[in-house]
């Protein structure tokens, strides 16, 4: 850990929030661990891991260098509500354990408008009880509830973009 900024470690590092905190962090000279599922361009000053077991030891020896962790993990996406609790909710569950394991102290968590313990909606129950979890994890958190998040290259917009051009937009209800 450096004494002058933060060291932020970034799980869906390469999804749409994910690119734009790494390049936003990037560009305020933030040392960033990206982690993702999936293959990603990394910036030179950044340390990228790929992988999909948050509690590997690889990942826990990268993790001790880190003050908090981004944790942007997660789908919104017509799933099975099996889907829904495994991406949402027990994925949070090792991510708490990651940090806890590396000495992480403090957690910021992506989760949804709408979130409440009297919502119906899959979706929302498996966030809910994210937030549950990062609550009574001890640890230090952020809970930011947002609602559609939107850009250049996000999926929604250029879901709309394509519907457009071609004339027909679909409304979901």
């Not at 509690?55 to 099996?82: C, F, M, W």
């Not at 937030?131 to 917009?157: C, M, P, V, W």
């Amino acid at each position: 850990m450096s004494s002058t900024s933060s060291d932020i470690a970034i799980t869906g590092a390469n999804g749409f929030v994910g690119k734009n905190l790494r390049n936003f962090l990037h560009k305020k000279k933030i040392n960033v661990l990206g982690i993702s599922r999936k293959n990603f361009r990394k910036h030179a000053s950044e340390v990228k891991i790929t992988s999909t077991n948050l509690l590997e030891p690889k990942l826990q020896t990268k993790l001790k260098n880190y003050d908090a962790l981004v944790h942007l993990i997660g789908t919104g996406r017509r799933s099975p509500k099996s889907m829904f609790e495994e991406i949402n909710l027990n994925l949070t569950k090792n991510v708490i354990k990651a940090c806890k394991n590396a000495g992480i102290k403090k957690i910021i968590f992506i989760s949804g408008l709408g979130v409440s313990r009297s919502n119906k909606s899959d979706y929302f129950i498996s966030k809910y009880k994210a937030e549950q979890e990062i609550i009574n994890s001890g640890l230090d958190y952020t809970i930011f509830r947002a609602s559609y998040i939107i850009g250049k290259t996000d999926y929604l917009t250029k879901t709309l973009s394509k519907q457009m051009k071609k004339g027909v937009i679909i409304i979901p209800g």
